[in-house]
């Protein structure tokens, strides 16, 4: 991997080259997404979700506030499996059998949309008022369609209440969401791209990573929210307990039947307004028994290809918060997410200057996490897609107690979800840095999938932090030089003035090669480039 202080163009983005390598599933992040529509709501909120659609246990908070709150994401007992069946799929995500689309509708899987009638509508209308109520194509992928969405829920955490709105019910909340939608469970039929639908075991894989880390997620805040309630220190009003970076998941349902006519006017209207984008084929062509897999995600803005990153403080939040969560899901879940290129890094904006708390692990002398606050500097990441991920899932007790029955095999301690990576096209993709970190993997695995190697973690941090320094905003470099002369000491001011910035970038130089050499997440928080542990 070349040196982020090299100069000179790199090679085209991964938008230009994606096509060559159709196995990664970058997004676009192009979208229109208008002011969200409220339609009068039914008194009883709980009216219009379907199937137990709220995810979680209510519970009174800790918050002064006593506001509801909901404890964390429900995961089913999940055990891992070699073999993956329909069932298996269904109950992972709380269900017997799939929704009926002909029947409920997109509304059956909690989405709010308008009452509308087609007799009264022509479909330019309704697609008008629909794209009103925040129901726009915002994407697509290898396997999936993506989708926004207004959702509606009552259980809502703290964290929530930064990203959602009021419903018009006492403890509704309003917010806009993300569908991403897979084909999946027919052999015959092809998805958008003309490749083959996800397998079975494949989406299992992503089901259980993506509700486990959401989880973690949320128990990560809870522990944050309860440390400083212990030691009687309130959040200060610009404070969040962020804890981690993982898309937080609201639902994940399987649906069958032909995709409801509302998606396929939002596809339509995203075709016309971006034909360069829209290389899959509009999907009406399914079977009446298709299956589909809706994951219900939080917006997490646009893409990190798509963001502006306009210093070098923005960009150290970026990697700083990262890497605070690789480093969490590394610990608890031995997690690696194999496929974080800047298409599954979604960054967001906020007007104020946030600070966001995490905990950061012992290291040396120290035995204790450390609760500590890093300011954002008006940027917030997200990660998402763990379509390629390996983590191990911790059933605990309450999980387990859940299940039906355990399999006559399950070890707890060999509950490792993973994707075997044997499709040779995923290394053998030219043009990009994206696809020399793919066969930097697979060198450090020796095609062992299975096993953890926290150090391909490191691999795509330091992918990340060259497309920032390179491709992104090459300027950034100079601030870097800058801050990293601010480290050399006293000693730093005899040096003449015409050597001190070939001194600033050998120390940046020294830096990098660190961060690069560095075995595991946890060991890149210690770098000097990240700047955490203080002396």
């Not at 309003?174 to 003309?194: D, E, H, Y």
């Amino acid at each position: 991997m070349a040196n982020a202080l090299d100069d000179g163009d790199m090679t085209p983005s991964i938008s230009t080259v994606a096509q060559s390598v159709s196995i990664t599933d970058t997004l676009s992040s192009r979208a229109r997404i208008s002011e969200p529509f409220r339609p009068s709501l039914p008194p009883d909120p709980q009216l219009r979700l379907s199937n137990g659609s709220a995810i979680g246990r209510m519970s009174t908070s800790g918050d002064v506030s006593g506001e509801l709150e909901i404890e964390e994401t429900r995961v089913p007992f999940l055990p891992a499996r070699r073999y993956v069946q329909k069932a298996h799929i269904l109950a992972a995500c709380g269900q017997t059998s799939p929704i009926d689309w002909v029947a409920g509708g997109l509304q059956a899987c909690g989405v709010l949309l308008p009452e509308l009638d087609s007799f009264q509508h022509s479909d330019v209308q309704m697609g008008e008022l629909e794209s009103e109520s925040g129901l726009c194509k915002i994407g697509e992928a290898t396997y999936s369609e993506v989708f926004s969405a207004q959702w509606r829920y009552v259980p809502r955490t703290r964290y929530d209440n930064f990203n959602s709105k009021r419903g018009k019910v006492k403890g509704e909340r309003l917010m806009q969401v993300a569908l991403k939608i897979i084909p999946f469970g027919n052999s015959s039929v092809k998805s958008g791209t003309g490749e083959p639908q996800t397998t079975l075991r494949d989406l299992y894989q992503e089901i259980g990573a993506t509700l486990a880390l959401s989880r973690l997620s949320e128990r990560e805040r809870t522990k944050l929210q309860e440390a400083r309630l212990q030691v009687k220190k309130p959040l200060k009003p610009k404070e969040r307990e962020l804890g981690a970076n993982f898309v937080k998941a609201f639902r994940v349902c399987i649906c069958q039947g032909p995709l409801p006519p509302p998606l396929l006017r939002a596809w339509d209207r995203w075709k016309a307004e971006y034909p360069d984008l829209c290389e899959n084929m509009r999907p009406d062509y399914y079977p009446p028994n298709q299956l589909f897999a809706v994951f219900v995600l939080e917006m997490g803005g646009e893409t990190l290809e798509n963001a502006a990153v306009a210093t070098w403080k923005e960009a150290r939040s970026i990697i700083r918060q990262l890497a605070l969560s690789m480093a969490l899901a590394e610990r608890h879940n031995q997690f690696e997410h194999r496929d974080l290129h800047w298409g599954n890094i979604m960054v967001t904006r906020s007007n104020s200057n946030l600070t966001f708390l995490y905990q950061l692990p012992p290291t040396g002398a120290r035995v204790k996490s450390a609760l500590m606050s890093i300011p954002s500097y008006k940027v917030r990441c997200t990660i998402i897609d763990y379509t390629l991920s390996r983590l191990h899932i911790d059933n605990d007790d309450s999980d387990a107690a859940a299940a039906a029955s355990k399999p006559a095999s399950y070890d707890p301690a060999k509950n490792v979800f993973y994707v075997a990576l044997k499709d040779e096209s995923l290394f053998q993709g030219q043009g990009d840095i994206q696809y020399d970190v793919y066969r930097q993997m697979r060198q450090c695995s020796k095609d062992d999938w299975e096993a953890f190697h926290p150090h391909t973690n490191v691999m795509w941090l330091t992918y990340a932090l060259q497309k920032i320094l390179v491709t992104k905003a090459p300027e950034i470099k100079h601030e870097l030089v800058e801050f990293a002369e601010t480290k050399l000491g006293p000693a730093f001011d005899a040096v003449p003035p015409e050597l001190k910035r070939a001194a600033g970038q050998e120390l940046l130089k020294r830096w990098i090669r660190e961060f690069e050499q560095c075995e595991s997440t946890s060991d890149v928080l210690k770098c000097a480039l990240l700047d955490l542990y203080k002396s």
